[in-house]
């Protein structure tokens, strides 16, 4: 009898802990069955908008970029901010943050994972239609930051415009082996800051010119304020 209970004991404890440990590990599948999907259907999408009128290629591209989606999850997954040692950053001299560390980590991915992307891409689609993909992942940070410096630099020249749009699309490509939003915003601000430096080594007064730029939007929504104040019935 001692026996019997015993072995029902030793059953009982195994079982539950197998239960626990299924738990985690049930989720975890569902999680990334879950993200799976997201990534299937965010690449279809883009791949539908390039208005291909061929379904196999439509095909063919959303699946390069579900690849390439997934395998950015995995990496950034895998390789967390701990997996950076604390340091400074050398540029500013502060503590790294976490945000600098998973960029780091991220950074250091096989350069395969973005050869793989940007080949698949270039066997299927024009350099512009290429490009379309590349504005999808980054939502439109290339147009939407070069009308930035358009209005804040009224006289950019031809020649200068085309050296920011340069380093920006530079930005784009490198951006699209990062996760997320706030780590493509590091990289494009790599290329912001060589932008910057460029204009001012081109003679332009930079911090005059942001500055006059800044005025311009407060005076603006000052008087924007007071003619909804002026327009209110009293």
């Known amino acids: 009898m001692r026996l019997i209970l015993a072995a029902l004991l030793s059953f009982t404890l ?3 802990a197998a239960a626990q440990n299924a738990a985690p590990l049930s989720a975890s599948v569902e999680a990334r069955a879950k993200s799976d999907l997201e990534a299937d259907k965010k ?3 883009w791949a539908e908008s390039l208005a291909l009128n061929d379904p196999a290629k439509t095909a063919r591209v959303a ?7 997934r395998t950015i999850r995995d990496w950034h997954n895998a390789h967390p901010p701990s997996t950076v040692p604390a340091g400074i950053n050398p540029v500013t001299g502060l503590p790294l943050s976490e945000l ?3 960029v780091i980590a991220n950074s250091a991915q ?3 994972n973005h050869v793989d992307l940007m080949t698949g891409l270039r066997r299927e689609l024009t350099e512009t239609q290429v490009e379309a993909v590349l504005d999808k992942y980054t939502v439109g940070k290339v147009a939407f930051t070069m009308k930035g410096y358009q209005a804040i630099v009224p006289d950019l020249t031809a020649a200068e415009a085309a050296t920011i749009l340069g380093y920006l699309k530079e930005a ?4 699209i082996d990062f996760k997320n939003m706030n780590q493509i915003s590091v990289i494009f601000e790599i290329y912001k800051t060589k932008s910057e430096q460029f204009l001012i080594s081109n003679g332009r007064n930079w911090r005059a010119l942001y500055k006059s730029y800044t005025d311009s939007l407060k005076a603006k929504k000052t008087a924007d304020s007071a003619a909804k104040a002026a327009a209110t019935p009293r």
């Open 63 to 69: 699946t390069v970029i579900s690849t390439h989606l």
């Open 172 to 175: 784009r490509e490198r951006a």
């Open 100 to 102: 600098e560390r998973q």
């Open 14 to 16: 195994i079982h539950h």
């Open 110 to 112: 096989p350069k395969s």
């Open 43 to 45: 690449s279809y999408g």
